[in-house]
């Protein structure tokens, strides 16, 4: 009785045994899948953050006019004070480098900003020419209708030539007669001038500049074998010099004359404005409303303006962040006012669809090689070190950059550790790519804590990739696949990942995130929306959403999710429905750990006696 008994014991031992093993698993299981919940619902981000928020601003759009305002000063304050100091600058090179676009648009708002520091007195420049058979006398200025007296002002020009600029001396049988140029017009006040004009013409510069230099301006004969007719005298010469350019313009400009470069004035025309309160808000319209008034347009209603705000957000790429570039919002009233009798948000939203339809042929045959299945793009199922990356293609000559998914691949096998490159090896990655790719490896390596080299080897590629590959926004997607292949964990193909990893697994920005979500967005919505399809992307770039209304209805009724993320452990619950690394139960860190002792156990026995004592000694 007493042995049966025993018997007994053991056997239900053994049942309790397995109980307990079942029941430890029903709850590291659920304690898992109630920190994936907790994961999903903490960074996922809901519709109204989609978008700039342009409801707190609804009494501005309503009431904004251009009643006693100073729109420019506002938004340009830099500017002014630069063309302010420049005007009161006695001593020195009267030169002022400024940063800006080289169009007529740019040029005539930064002449109407330095027509308002001329004087209001009205002074005369220059002189009056006399000829009298071959001899030329320089008279004293006396009357503003001649043609070398100037009363100074404001000229400006995106491009000139050396007769333009400097005029000529014409000779009509026995008479002389000097004609003048931009130069002379401008004596006296300030000339603005576009400086790739001066790069590609050096020897315009340099004789602007000993004009500039010495207060006068000399006749010199344009053909070096052939001397002036008769001798002019010169004529006095005072100007200011406004030189705008982007800034490789301006690096070269330096590169030409160092000298000047060092002695000159800088500033910039302000490219955008960060809107943080009302005040800015008011300010960004007012130039807005400026801008129309200048084209003949009417005032926009007030619905016209959050359509607006979305659009201006998607081109500087931050929510918070307008722009002031007067050639585009120009474009944007004036395409509005094609599409309406009035400028409305309904005519603007016409205007910028209709923009995106002529713009997008080639977005839509690529997207079309996806849907028609010549390029594999998953967007159901899961799979093993697989993982759908995003990317935004530019392609030369093509005004709007699109987004598309990729298929990331990755496959390990038992070897020494070397991690490879699919792209660099074959001379399609960039160094920024190849970059991204150390850290990761760097990363994945110090999470693993080997005492020991890793014994397996991996291989990672874009998969129908032909051209060349650069930028890191792809190593978390990639981080990710490598993972998944390491654990033997599958990845959900229903869900698309951007942004780049550090050292420490944290998340960092990447660019082009509109894009890249409308176009994950638009293969998921052309096969039907599961409802379970999203994007993950970096918590840093959540201020850079401004998504198409399409988007957004899809998050807003649950058919499309966004989350945002700050580390790597982030990412991994919600592709693989695993944790990364947990203190108890199942994670994918244990898992390859397990895997790796596994591997290095099994050579371990296929060794050779003599290299397996050794071995051991060596451990011991």
């Known amino acids: 009785m007493q042995q049966g008994k025993t018997c007994c014991w053991c056997h239900n031992s053994g049942q309790n045994s397995a109980v307990i093993n079942r029941v430890e698993s029903c709850i590291i299981a659920l304690f898992l ?84 520091f001329q004087p209001d007195e009205i002074s005369l420049y220059g002189g009056d020419y006399h000829v009298m058979g071959d ?137 955008s404005l960060q809107v943080l309160d009302e005040d800015d808000m008011t300010s960004w319209c007012q130039w807005t409303l400026t801008q129309a008034e200048q084209a003949g347009l009417a005032q926009p209603e007030a619905d016209f303006w959050p359509v607006l705000i979305t659009e201006a957000a998607r081109m500087t790429g931050d929510q918070d962040t307008l722009p002031l570039c007067p050639r585009w919002l120009r474009r944007q009233l004036q395409e509005t006012a094609l599409h309406g009798d009035s400028l409305n ?18 977005a839509d045959r690529m997207r079309d090689e996806i849907l028609l299945n010549q390029i594999m793009i998953e967007t159901e199922g899961e799979v093993v070190g697989q993982i759908n990356g995003l990317s935004v293609v530019e392609f030369p000559g093509h005004p709007r950059p699109w987004g598309e998914p990729s298929r990331i691949t990755c496959v390990v096998h038992p070897g020494d550790g070397e991690f490879t490159d699919v792209e660099r090896k074959a001379e399609l990655g960039g160094n920024i790519h190849a970059k991204g790719m150390m850290i990761m490896q760097a990363y994945l390596i110090a999470e693993l804590e080997l005492e020991q080299q890793l014994p397996f080897s991996a291989s990672l590629v874009f998969e129908q990739s032909y051209s060349e590959v650069d930028g890191d926004s792809a190593s978390l997607a990639e981080l990710c696949a490598l993972i998944s292949a390491l654990a033997n964990q599958p990845v959900n193909q229903q869900i698309a990942v951007t942004g780049s990893v550090d050292q420490f697994g944290n998340v960092q920005p990447v660019g082009g995130l509109n894009e890249k979500i409308e176009g994950f967005f638009h293969i998921c919505n052309s096969r039907e929306l ?11 770039n959540a201020r850079h959403l401004s998504l198409n209304q399409e988007v957004v209805e899809a998050v807003k009724a649950g058919q499309f999710h966004l989350w945002a993320i700050e580390s790597v452990d982030e990412a991994l619950p919600l592709l693989t429905g695993i944790a990364w690394q947990s203190e108890s139960g199942e994670s994918l860190l244990s898992t390859i750990q397990e895997r790796i002792t596994q591997l290095n156990q099994q050579e371990a026995r296929l060794r050779p006696w003599p290299l397996r004592w050794l071995n051991w000694f060596n451990h011991s």
């Open 345 to 362: 948000g309904e005519a603007l939203k016409e205007a910028l669809e209709a923009r995106q339809w002529r713009e997008g042929f080639l």
């Open 33 to 116: 899948k109630q920190t994936n919940a907790n994961i999903l619902t903490s960074t996922q981000i809901t519709w109204q953050a989609l978008q700039p928020d342009s409801d707190r601003y609804q009494s501005i759009f309503s009431n904004v006019s251009l009643e006693d305002c100073d729109s420019l000063a506002a938004v340009q304050p830099r500017l002014l004070n630069a063309l302010a100091h420049l005007h009161h600058q006695t001593l020195g090179f009267p030169l002022l480098l400024l940063r800006s676009q080289e169009n007529s648009d740019y040029l005539a708002c930064i002449a109407e900003a330095a027509q308002r």
């Open 530 to 540: 599961t409802g379970k399809q999203g994007v993950i992307f970096p918590a840093s």
């Open 135 to 271: 001899t030329v006398s320089l008279l004293p200025p006396s009357d503003s209708n001649r043609p070398f007296t100037s009363q100074g002002g404001v000229h400006f020009a995106d491009w000139i030539e050396y007769e333009q600029l400097f005029g000529c001396v014409r000779q009509y049988k026995d008479r002389v007669q000097p004609e003048p140029g931009l130069l002379h017009r401008a004596n006296g006040g300030t000339l603005i001038l576009a400086v790739n004009t001066l790069l590609a013409q050096p020897l315009l510069w340099l004789r602007l500049r000993k004009c500039i230099e010495q207060g006068r301006f000399d006749w010199y004969s344009q053909d070096e074998r052939q001397p002036l007719p008769v001798a002019i005298p010169p004529l006095p010469l005072q100007l200011r010099l406004v030189l705008c350019g982007d800034r490789d313009a301006l690096a070269a400009f330096q590169e030409l004359d160092v000298e000047v470069h060092e002695m000159a004035l800088y500033s910039e025309f302000e490219e």
